[in-house]
């Protein structure tokens, strides 16, 4: 906020844009008030921005007959953007309001192995069709937001050696996407926009909380101070290859032993029920799914897995919780869908080892956004780009 009002003095349209970003309509006084600027001044820049459609004189029907109050607001119907959360085997794609009200969305199945170009590809043609059905035109979208399962080089949105993402290491995705589209493209990983989305979803006021995902693989995304923490090269959170104590001597494919991955991500846990030869419904366990499906109808092979696999997680957040200090730790992720018995490992390692100042407010809960968290997170992404003084003092020309 410190910055914002900084930027207010001898203010562009843009940073006096930034005033409403909290959603509340105001006055030219009340800006007058707030900014120290001429009223000359603030008429003539909230002209050029209601001018863009960004901001809108509020109508209050109830006192004035429908005749335009005195009250500007932001106007989230102005713009579009583009929310886009690539996985392993699938993609959802939305598009987005300003205020993140989706307009429409889309998903299909498509391999991220398949590359950037088939990747991309796709997006980039469902993106023109969506907005096509919405009666929208490619001006209308402001920023693209999309997350993709591997570490991202923040600064430029390239990948950076991606273990599951063949040909996309260092592809330059903003390069490519905007070879057809000119929306401004940011992009980062998966975990992290899901911490943005859970965030936004369900708890708006928190500011400091981590989000887990266990799936194939294990990581968090760090929101610390009301920031997403993405460290210097963008892996903050990455925390899939912390050494647990029963892990010692188990390889993993990081080519260390003993990570969590490879003793409490799903396929080390199908593979230790498939090795003590447990079945679900006559068929033996072999992918997450069955572990997933089996620890639902209550196998209690494939419960104690799972339990053990939340005090496996448990061990590496409670270092977590003493550096950090979160209010709230939020469990995502296919392996979360296995219900309670995870979380209950996870709560029973990290109430049980942290310092009780640290614990005495944290909850720790399933996801609440839970399949959309991703593409919630993409839409943050790419709104805060398209509210921000850059984007707007491009379309204001930086009146
Ligand atoms: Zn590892």
Redesign the pocket.
Known sequence: MAETQKKITGASSAALFQIFRDGQARTKAELVELTGLARSTIQLRIDALIELGLLAPLTDAVSTGGRPSAQIALNPTARVVVAVDFGATKVSLAVTDLAGNILARTSSKMLIADGPETCLGWMVRTIRSELAGLKLKEADLIAIGIGLPGPVEHSTGKPSNPPIMPGWDAFNVPGFVNQHLKATVLVDNDVNIMALGEQKFAWPGVENMIFLKASTGIGSGIISSGVLQRGAEGIAGDI??VQIARGSNVP??????G?L??MAAGPALAEKLSLAGAQFKGKPIAALVDVIEATKAGELAAIQAVRQAGRDIGEVLTTCVSVLNPSVIAIGGSLALAGEHLLAGVREVVYSRSMPLATEHLTVAQSRAGVDAGIIGASVIAIDYALSIESIDLMTGAL
């Open positions: 899939g290859h993993c494919r990081c080519g260390n032993s990570c991955e490879a």
